[in-house]
Structures are given as structure tokens and as C-alpha cells.
């Protein structure tokens, strides 16, 4: 089989391991990947979210099945213009994507259908959002209705910080038209956790809970990023909440797009709030997420692109889906300065006995060395039999890496393992 896997940072290239497993997979094509995968597929330098060319390219390599892996293209159509063509794809058409691509839609959703989320205001206008927040509990959450790289949603603790927010949404445009509506949210309290789905629109398969530690600086301080690294299973995610988010959450949301004509098909993520009230949808996202991808695939015991192609085929139900019951822990290697101004260009060695542990996000080759392309230029994980391993072995993956101006948080996992204790 000829795969094609559209994206190209360290969940695609989890993604892309994981395939690779299946024997009948012969050949992987990631549309436009990074030098840092270039080992385990082909990489072609076609932008994701350049639809026309990744069609073209598919039709003219004859693919058997595409893989559609970001936000942008999926909210784009691009599932939609592959199976015009006649190919068969994992990820959700553009009508069903939305449920990510504008948070209007998804709050709205979830506030028709009953389905348990924070309360909130939605806004068009500068001046009668500013007037709104002259009055609104604070902290709140201010979030661009669009999709803004994971960066679109910030905890005002304070009202100038809340002003602050909007006006550089709507006014100054910091995430284009993302921000032409804003969503003014009350600020919920609560361990969070991540929860990504299989899902063919009628069976739901909850992958391993995962908990991603999203601020750029230790102890969840500085600013939100993509992503700093991820811990699996989350401690705080048992099996009664996890019965109690099947019920109220995972299959309303479902069959709530089903009732609005967006059937979902692929992975559905997450993002849950366990709240002294139950448990809370803070937000979807459309697809893997990144980089929980890299902490809940590897624990993946069943074959990944057969279970994809049930959600493509509507056959999840009859199909096998088995994690195994360890660890695993991914830290993050980020430029300094990320997610604001950082540099690139800087020569990556990782060691070869890494090879299956790394994750490469942000890299380009240069002849025969790879350099660093990105703020986040790489995730190292660790599979073990307890959390505390996973994470000792994933910072000693860390220290084996080595680039100049490399940065990482110290502590990813360390509220999961104090929260191992206050769950028992």
C-alpha cells in the first residue's frame, strides 16, 4: 500500500511510526514533512494546506489511502477534494472539521444538544465585548473563534489583562480573521485532561487519557504554547469519570453532529475540565492532538491503519482497539524563545539508538545535517512499565539530544505523579 500522510510536524511523525508497522505498507509519503522524518517516509515539499497540489500529487502516485493530520487542511476540505478523487481518507470533512475551525459553532453545539461546557458570550463587536468585560467574573477565558496554532485562548486574570486580549483579536487582528468573533468563557477550575477518540459517527473508542502541560515555563507558568510535552494515562481520568464522559460527552457530541447533517470520521479530541460539578468540554479539536498524539500512539497495541480504515469504512464497532496498561511520557525540545521570537538553523545530534524515541517537529536538512526549523523541534519519548519511569527515561532520552538554544520544562509529569497519590 502507497500511504500519504498530509502535515509535518512530531504528531505526523508519530503518526507516520506507528503505520509503518503494518506490513502491507510499502510506501509513506508525507506532504510536506520535515527533514527530521525524512528517514521513515518520503518527504515532498507541498504545503498542507495547499489542497489543489495535494490532490494532484495523490492522484498522479495513485495513493491507497491518505491521512489528513492538521487542523488547517481538514477545515479546508481537503478530506472532502481527496475522496472526489477517489481517494479513501482518515480525518473529517470540512462540515464536520468546524466543530474546531470556529468555537462559535462549538459552543453552540454543545448548548443546544445539552452537553455539559462553561458558560459563555459570544461577540462581533470591539466596543460591546469591552462593555461586557467592565462587568464579567475575572479570571476569564477569552478565545478567537478561529483556528489560531493552538494560541488562540487566553486566561485573563485580570480586566486590563481580559481589554488586552479582545483588542489585539478583533481589533489588531494577532490570529487574522480567527478573531473576527471572540468567546468570552467563564473560567472553570479542575484537573484537565486530554481524550482522543476514534470514531466512525456511530461507535466511540477512547483512545488513553493523556495530560499535556500547555504553558511555556515550569511549574504551568508564561505563556500557552502548542504544547510543551504530555504524560499517559492521565491519573485523574478514571474509570467513572471516564463511563460518566462516555455517557454525557464522547456520544452526545456524536450523535449531535449526526442530528446537524456533520457526521464526524476520524479522531475526535477532548479537551475536558473535571470541574466539582462533573466533568466539562473546554474545547475540540478536529484531529490527533499534538503532542498528546506522541504519548497515547506508542501505547497503541492494535494495529493503528487498520483501525483508521474503520473509521473511514463505519466498521469500528467489529474492530479490535488495545492500549497497553504502561506509561509513557514525551518532553518537548523547544528553540529559546519559543513561542514568541526564536532562532533556527542550529545543527540537531541526536544518537542513533534514539532513532524510535524521537519525534521530530521543527528540522531541515542541509545536505547531511539536520537543523533545527521550528519553536518546537522535537518530542522524546518514554514507554515504561510506571509514570515515574516513563518520565526519567524520557529526560534522559533529553540528555543524550543536543542542539544550541535548546529549551525544555523540567517538571512534565510531575503533577501527574503527585496526583498518582491524591487519586489512590
Known sequence: MKILVVGGGGREHAIIKKIKENPEVKEIFALPGNGGMSGDATC???????????????????????IVAPDDPLVLGCVDALENAGIDCFGPKANAAIIEGSKVFSKNLMKKYGIPTASYEVFDNLDEALKYLETAPIPTVIKADGLALGKGVIIATTREEANRAVVEMMQN???GSSGDNVVVEEFLTGPEVSVLAFTDGKTVV????????????????GLNTGGMGTVAPNPYYTKDIAKECMETIFLPTINAMNSEGRTF??????????TEKGPKVIEYNCRFGDPETQVVLPLLESDLLTVMKATTFGTLEKTDVKFSDKSACCVIMASKGYPEAYEKGYEMNIPETLSDKVFVAGAKLDGDRLLTNGGRVLGATAVEDTLDKAIKTAYSYVDKIHFDNAYFRKDIGAKALKALTEVK
Not at 206 to 221: C, L, V
Not at 265 to 274: A, D
Request: glycine residues 8%; proline residues 2%; hydrophobic residues 40%.
Open 44 to 66: 515532498v515539499n507541498i504545503d498542507a494546506k495547499d489542497i489543489d497540489g495535494i490532490v494532484k500529487f495523490a492522484t498522479e502516485q495513485k495513493i491507497d489511502y491518505a
Open 206 to 221: 477512547p483512545m488513553i487519557s493523556s495530560m499535556d502541560h500547555k504553558r511555556a515555563g515550569d511549574n504551568d507558568t
Open 265 to 274: 470520521k476520524g479522531c475526535l479530541y477532548f479537551g475536558l475540565m473535571l
Open 173 to 175: 487582528k494577532k490570529f
